[in-house]
């Protein structure tokens, strides 16, 4: 059974290459926005003209950002993604299986796994499927792939609270226009400061649990073990630094003018990024232009829209095209290795 686990994987793998590079089509067409006289053009145009008309159309969306911002957008790409691989080490400490994996080895699975959950949705089977293949391939058991995938959810479920807390806390009339949206964010900013605050508590109360070494939570079967102070320190770092990382892009891409700084930008991305994760909605496609639009109507809305596209681009699709090639060449040395260790018949 085993050996014929081994052909499968890599062909799930190809499959799911296939299955990116179609949705990676899909959706570089709705970002340049297409309309009915364009989707006439692509349906006469052949390959190479289709790409001519959607990089046409996406140029020009965003060239009125200035090529300053291309730069800090790119670098707070850097930042967020290295972030996320932080979050995989972490996990690995926590389980003490850190040695003889490089950090290399993490960064690409790590780089991967998000690339794909972000714009695939359904981040558990998505992201889960590839760290299974390489950390299993590692010497981790499925158990042990369970527990780092729990982590780094909660890692960032940590790195969210704590800093939509603060933003809260300091920025509470953020609310205030969502209720646009909806009537659940009909709220005073007391209240509005007394959720951040609540925030806050959840994570301090997090932290004294590490610290005192609480018994786990067990759950049935399930065991939830409070991670070593020297792990929550690392998750009081790695979290905020990727959230704030991701949130840059936008900001970076934003115009000066009507620009509501940091911790606005910051509180927005939170909100729609998580409601557009709730919803597995890819992207956050809706979502999040619903919430900027509504959280900073100084921003004229088509610059809202060109510094969203930079996010996507920057955030979701550019890392989709780099990561195909890695599951490739992760795949076929995979079916190499089971080819080359398979027992004669």
């Known amino acids: 059974m085993k050996r014929y686990l081994d052909y499968l994987w890599p062909i799930i793998g190809l499959v799911a290459v296939v299955w990116s590079v179609e949705l990676l089509w899909d959706k570089l067409k709705a970002e340049a926005g297409t309309d009915a006289a364009i989707e006439a053009l692509l349906q006469n145009a052949n390959l190479w003209q289709?790409?001519?008309?959607?990089?046409?159309?996406?140029?020009?969306k965003i060239a009125v950002i200035p090529p300053n911002a291309f730069f800090h957008a790119a670098l707070a790409t850097l930042v967020a993604y290295a972030a996320l691989a932080w979050y995989d080490r972490i996990a690995l400490m926590h389980l003490r299986k850190e040695k003889g994996i490089s950090w290399l080895y993490i960064s690409l699975c790590s780089f991967v796994t998000y690339a794909l959950s972000h714009?695939?949705?359904?981040?558990?089977f998505s992201g889960g499927m590839?760290?299974?293949?390489?950390?299993t391939a590692k010497g981790l058991t499925a158990a042990d792939v369970a527990i780092l995938i729990a982590l780094c959810s909660f890692t960032f479920a940590f790195g969210t609270l704590l800093l939509l807390g603060i933003v809260l806390v300091y920025e509470p009339e953020?609310?205030?226009?969502?209720?646009?949206?909806?009537?659940?964010?009909?709220?005073?900013d007391g209240t509005a400061r007394l959720i951040g605050v609540g925030m806050l508590v959840f994570v301090a109360l997090y932290t004294i649990g590490s610290w005192l070494k609480f018994r786990p939570v067990k759950i049935g079967k399930f065991e939830v073990i409070y991670p070593r102070l020297r792990i929550v320190a690392r998750q009081y770092l790695a979290a905020p630094l990727e959230l704030a990382g991701a949130a840059g892009i936008i900001y970076f891409a934003l115009p000066d003018q009507g620009n509501p700084g940091f911790m606005v930008v910051l509180g927005?991305?939170?909100?729609?990024?998580?409601?557009?994760?709730?919803?597995?909605v890819p992207g956050g496609v809706g979502v999040m232009e619903a919430v900027f639009l509504a959280v900073m109507?100084?921003?004229p809305a088509p610059a809202v829209f060109a510094?969203?596209?930079?996010?996507?681009?920057?955030?979701?699709i550019l890392p989709l095209v780099i990561s195909l090639p890695i599951v490739v060449a992760f795949e076929r040395a995979q079916l190499k290795r089971s080819t080359r260790?398979?027992?004669?018949p």
């Not at 289709?50 to 020009?60: F, L, M, N, T, V």
């Not at 714009?119 to 558990?124: H, L, Q, T």
């Open 50 to 60: 289709s790409i001519k008309i959607i990089a046409h159309r996406i140029g020009h």
């Open 119 to 124: 714009n695939i949705g359904a981040s558990v």
């Open 130 to 135: 590839v760290r299974y293949r390489a950390y």
């Open 174 to 188: 953020i609310l205030r226009p969502l209720t646009r949206l909806s009537k659940w964010f009909a709220i005073g």
């Open 268 to 280: 927005a991305f939170l909100l729609s990024f998580s409601a557009g994760l709730l919803s597995q």
């Open 297 to 299: 109507p100084g921003v």
């Open 307 to 316: 510094a969203l596209l930079i996010w996507r681009l920057f955030y979701l």
């Open 341 to 344: 260790i398979a027992p004669p």
